[in-house]
């Protein structure tokens, strides 16, 4: 959980919720355009209605001005559908609350002007229009509170005071049930916005723990082969392949304890995760072993030097409590062109070179073709064991 999904309360301050939940938010914002279409329809239509029944400009000028935020609004939603990026959810956010605000002064302005006309048609026009307008704001946009709620509040209460202006009891309760359909409103949005950010997160939170390593933070072996694929799948040359192997790692576990290898595997996610270009994403592939994706390769040079630096890096010793820890790694790499496309193939090739840099003396890293050598099945290599 985190403390966005804990902040509940329209408090005047922005929601602190990070990007990517931002950005699942403002979607559904813009999941349909139909509430859009039909509110602003009816506000165009009816106001026109009005206007050319009574003459009076105001009408009409309503009218007018409900067409041209109603198109803006159009035009933000077509907008985000063709650019429905995360890391601009914030700009759309806004574009989205300005055309909201705007048509709540324009229905503002036609409640304003049904009662001051007197005609009953016209405030029970703009009542249901109101009423369905903030509805529709609860609704769709709940998961924006601040943006809901200035919605609500200015489009519902000048209709609420000038109804209550009358001083006649049938307007007085007009006022009164619009001011609770305001709380009403209010709460429903603090709640929904809870709810919905806890189900976000918490979803988020099972996905991340479906592909990623909890320990080490590290995609999982899952992960690895599903992007693996993928990238490979994209017709892309040129993809190194490290399968990474820690030495002596049982010896640390004995010496030492559990916790020190959980210790030692932590430092190893950090230390693979600090790598950054030319290193597209690495993972851990179970208990001690890990594969680095490299990409893109343009030489067999750049894969070999990649090998030797996981080598150097993983090999200098960390410290757990207030004991050094001897560590390293023997690495096996491969390079995958467009000719192979089987994730699994080019995880085992890797694997078949780490073998050999095991038996050559371990602390290595071996540069190996995609296919067998020597007549071996990369494939089996688990069969035949590993070194401690």
Known sequence: ???????????????HVDDDVHAELVALMFHTM????????????????????????????IACAAGLVTAFRIGCFIGYRREAQPKRSRLWERRYALGTTLFSAVLASFSIYAFAMG????????????VGYCAGIVTRASVRPQLAVRAVIAAAVPLTIVAGAGLTPERIGIAVALAALIVVSLDTVKNTYAITVDQIVT????????????????????????????LLASGRSGVGVHFIDLDHFKLANDTHGHAAGDAVLRVVGERLRAIG????????YGGDEFVVVQAPVTRLEEVERLGITLVDLIGTAC???????????????????RAHDDAAAAIAAADA???????????RAVLRPLEPVDGEDPAGADARGRAA
């Open 34 to 61: 139909t509430p859009l279409l039909t509110v602003g329809g009816m506000t165009i239509g009816l106001s026109l209605l009005v206007g050319l029944r009574t003459g009076h400009w105001q009408a009409l000028l």
């Open 277 to 284: 270009h030319p290193v597209a994403f690495a993972a851990r």
């Open 319 to 337: 410290w757990w409590n207030g004991k050094e820890v001897p560590m390293g790694a023997s690495v096996g790499s491969i390079v995958v062109d």
């Open 119 to 130: 005609n009953g048609n016209a405030r029970v026009m703009a009542v249901v229009m109101v």
């Open 353 to 363: 070179a780490m073998i050999a840099a095991k038996r050559t003396g371990r602390g």
């Open 1 to 15: 959980m985190t403390s966005g999904s804990k902040q509940t309360a329209v408090d005047g301050a922005p929601p």
């Open 203 to 230: 979803r988020r939170a099972f996905a991340r723990q479906a592909a990623f390593d909890g320990l080490t933070g590290l995609a999982n072996r899952t992960m690895l082969e599903e992007r693996l694929a993928a």
